[in-house]
């Protein structure tokens, strides 16, 4: 079981990208999915989430400029990202709370998708 993730690259700041993150292997169901992000010299910080139901959370930094969602038939997230600043440059991870066996349930992360905004 992995979360594959895609979409990032290089924009000038006011563009737009769009994040994907897809499980893939054989899983029994997917709860909470989220998108975290590390810029160089920082700490891991959290960007936004998205419960099984659809209820959404997003760091202050990007209210109103990231939308996160999912298509559950496809066990996929995505993160688009509006309105992109310098500041937003970061590698972005996947996360994702995963039920890998009927009574068991896991987080796990993609490998990181660079986004980089230039000004």
């Known amino acids: 079981v992995q979360l594959v993730e895609s979409g990032g690259g290089l924009v000038q700041a006011g563009g737009s990208l769009r994040l994907s993150c897809a499980v893939s292997g054989s899983i029994f169901g997917v709860n909470r999915m989220g998108w975290y992000r590390q810029a160089p010299g920082n700490q891991r910080e959290f960007v936004a989430s998205?419960?099984?139901?659809?209820?959404?959370n997003y760091a202050d930094s990007v209210k109103g400029r990231f939308t996160i969602s999912r298509d559950s038939a496809k066990n996929t997230a995505f993160l688009q990202m509006n309105t992109l600043k310098p500041e937003d440059t970061a590698v972005y991870y996947c996360?994702?709370?995963?039920?890998?066996?009927?009574?068991?349930?896991?987080?796990?992360w993609g490998q990181g998708t660079q986004v980089t905004v230039s000004s």
């Open positions: 998205i419960t099984g139901e659809g209820t959404t």
């Open positions: 996360s994702a709370n995963l039920r890998t066996l009927p009574t068991l349930w896991y987080d796990y």
